[in-house]
């Protein structure tokens, strides 16, 4: 390698550091703006004094930690989950539109959440408050089981993956149908609301449970970093490294199920995070996972905390689905992203 590839290769790993570091402190940003944004009008300097335990009133402190913080930390947390899913699942599918919702994940936990909401089937034994979350879950677990199931008989191909999970999806969405046809009007409307997406429920119990799985499963998909980028290059050339493609899908499909799962069983079915946040890092950043791994658990995190401020704040006085906002505002500026890309 000649001393001016290796001077571009080094320069080109600064430039990378320098975007990730500026996707955090903009996440960071976000989360401040989404913790000041809402009816009750709280200035920046109050809420910080609030979080660092500094002299506040005391309506003031449960506003900030027990009604905004647990929001915002949602948002965050489900912005990176769900960034991440659709990350490694465009990698290790080789299909760019691939996200939680193209394997019928999310369309699954859905289902499970109706279930519960509508005919009140539910876990034995699991508290009330917990029923369609944990349906939602369950749900898309088992939504998962079923296309490794399907794939390994089949041969467990990207393309036999794709076109059973765009099946379960169908599926899943036909009997969704269903029970909202045969809800009563109080069960339908907390089941439209609840696809639609919200983070009006979040709290610190659900802000645990999704950063815990995160933590457990961001060291695994960082170690498989090196694969995922050889897998890039091709099956045939990633097998060449020594890759073990097979396993190696099998095992982030795993991880993609238990974030995507974790994600829309605490908020609903959230749309264009997975599927636009990590394309925006891959445009910042390029293919090496080392770095796009991180750069889209970051911008996901920013697109979901900015999508929950302004669901505060586009129409005064009303607190939108969250999942309306990210395809209504994103999509637009996910169009425009592309083009701008295809002009370069």
Not at 178 to 194: C, G, R, T
Request: aromatic letters at 6%; a positive charge; hydrophobic letters at 60%.
């Amino acid at each position: 390698m000649s001393d001016a590839t290796l001077q571009l290769y080094h320069r080109q790993g600064r430039r990378n550091a320098l975007l990730v570091g500026v996707l955090g402190l903009a996440a960071l940003a976000a989360l401040l703006l989404d913790l000041v944004t809402g009816p009750a009008g709280l200035p920046l300097a109050e809420t910080l004094r609030a979080l660092t335990g500094g002299e506040v009133a005391r309506g003031t402190r449960v506003i900030v930690w027990d009604v905004r913080l647990p929001v915002a930390c949602m948002a965050l947390l489900v912005g990176a989950a769900l960034a991440l899913a659709g990350a490694e699942m465009q990698t290790v599918l080789e299909n760019p539109l691939a996200e939680p919702f193209t394997l019928g994940v999310s369309s699954s936990a859905a289902l499970g959440a109706a279930v519960a909401i509508v005919l009140g089937l539910t876990l034995p034994g699991l508290p009330a408050v917990w029923s369609v979350s944990g349906n939602a879950f369950l749900f898309a677990l088992g939504a998962l089981a079923l296309l490794q199931l399907l794939g390994r008989i089949r041969g467990g191909g990207p393309e036999v993956l794709i076109l059973f999970g765009v099946a379960l999806n169908f599926t899943a969405a036909a009997l969704l149908s269903l029970l909202q046809f045969v809800a009563s009007a109080d069960a339908l409307q907390q089941l439209v609301f609840w696809t639609m997406g919200s983070l009006a429920s979040a709290q610190w119990p659900g802000v645990v449970m999704i950063g815990v799985v995160l933590a457990l499963a961001v060291p695994f998909s960082f170690r498989a970093a090196w694969k995922l980028t050889a897998l890039r290059l091709g099956e045939d050339q990633a097998k060449s490294f020594g890759v073990d493609v097979a396993g190696l899908r099998r095992w982030t499909l795993l991880r993609v199920s238990l974030l995507a799962a974790s994600a829309v069983s605490m908020v609903g079915v959230i749309g264009f995070v997975g599927l636009a946040g990590p394309h925006i890092a891959r445009m910042l950043v390029g293919e090496n996972h080392r770095v796009f791994l991180p750069a889209s658990i970051l911008t996901g995190a920013l697109v979901m905390s900015l999508a929950s401020t302004l669901s505060k704040t586009l129409v005064p006085g009303v607190l939108l689905p969250v999942g309306l906002v990210t395809s209504l505002i994103g999509l637009p500026i996910f169009f425009a992203l592309i083009l701008r890309g295809r002009r370069r």
